[in-house]
């Protein structure tokens, strides 16, 4: 669920915006994806695109810290998270905080509750199809 509500949302928002460079990157992704066989290949490629970052290891091993999702959610919507609260630390705490952030800013952005996954889905590798 949040992986298409994401996608969409993801969507709108490129193509909404006024420069060329959003544009061509929405119309990429929406090329690449196409032929993807997988929602996780495909989440991989949108984050890889908006960022600009290639994927390091496997998706959990990636999105784990959840600095990530911080960062993708400021390339959606620039500025919701602020860059001095997103932790690089290994620490556990830290990383489960970038994840409520991310989280947070899901639901400020219009996803509902039940559409998100929980911390430890994700933290914890328990869930990765709800991630």
Known sequence: KLTRRMERLIKKHIAGRQR??????SQH????????????????LWIET????ECVGTTHQWLRSGAV????IN???????E??????????????SNI???????????LHEGDRFLIDDLYSNRDMKQV
Not at 20 to 25: F, I, L, P, R, S
Not at 85 to 96: C, F, I, K, L
Not at 100 to 110: A, P, S, T
């Open 83 to 96: 860059p001095s609260t997103v932790s690089e630390s290994a620490e556990p705490m830290r990383q489960r």
């Open 29 to 44: 992704l929406i090329e690449l994806t196409e032929g993807r066989n997988t929602s996780e290949a495909k989440v991989r």
């Open 100 to 110: 409520k952030q991310f989280l947070d800013c899901c639901g400020e952005m219009g």
């Open 20 to 25: 060329g460079d959003y544009y061509n990157t």
């Open 50 to 53: 908006l960022l600009g970052q």
């Open 75 to 81: 390339a959606v919507n620039p500025g919701l998270i």
């Open 69 to 72: 999702l911080c960062r993708l």
